[in-house]
């Protein structure tokens, strides 16, 4: 299996950016799709965005946060990026990195992600 360590989190401006990662150890990384979800306070954990196996990679993104993240990967380090820009305040919560155990789709549903990271804390202030 594989082991997650999501880093990256922090407190931020509206309109700032931030840069998640996701380091993943374990199996061989570019065998896994990878996912981005977040959970709000009092809300459901939701999809954020999804990237498939190397090579050919293709992405998924939920419909908010389209044109302003951007999901990536690199195979030789073994680590998940998820770029933030302009930043909302909805945009605030424990974002978790995610491998699928579906390599060649980029899956938005939470039951094809066995193995999740601990989740980092993002703050963004209105």
């Known amino acids: 299996q594989v082991q997650l360590v999501d880093t990256g989190g922090g407190l931020v401006q509206a309109g700032g950016s931030l840069r998640l990662s996701c380091a993943a150890s374990?199996?061989?990384?570019?065998?896994?799709?990878m996912g981005w979800f977040r959970q709000a306070p009092g809300k459901e954990r939701e999809f954020v965005a999804a990237i498939s196996w190397s090579p050919g990679s293709t992405t998924n993104y939920a419909e908010s946060v389209k044109g302003r993240f951007t999901i990536s990967r690199d195979n030789a380090k073994s680590t998940l990026y998820l770029q933030m820009n302009s930043l909302k305040a909805e945009d605030t919560a424990v974002y978790y990195c995610?491998?699928?155990?579906?390599?060649?789709?980029?899956?938005?549903?939470?039951?094809?992600?066995?193995?999740w990271g601990q989740g980092t804390q993002v703050t963004v202030s209105s």
């Open positions: 995610a491998a699928s155990n579906r390599p060649m789709a980029a899956s938005i549903q939470e039951v094809f992600y066995p193995y």
């Open positions: 374990g199996r061989t990384f570019s065998n896994y799709a």
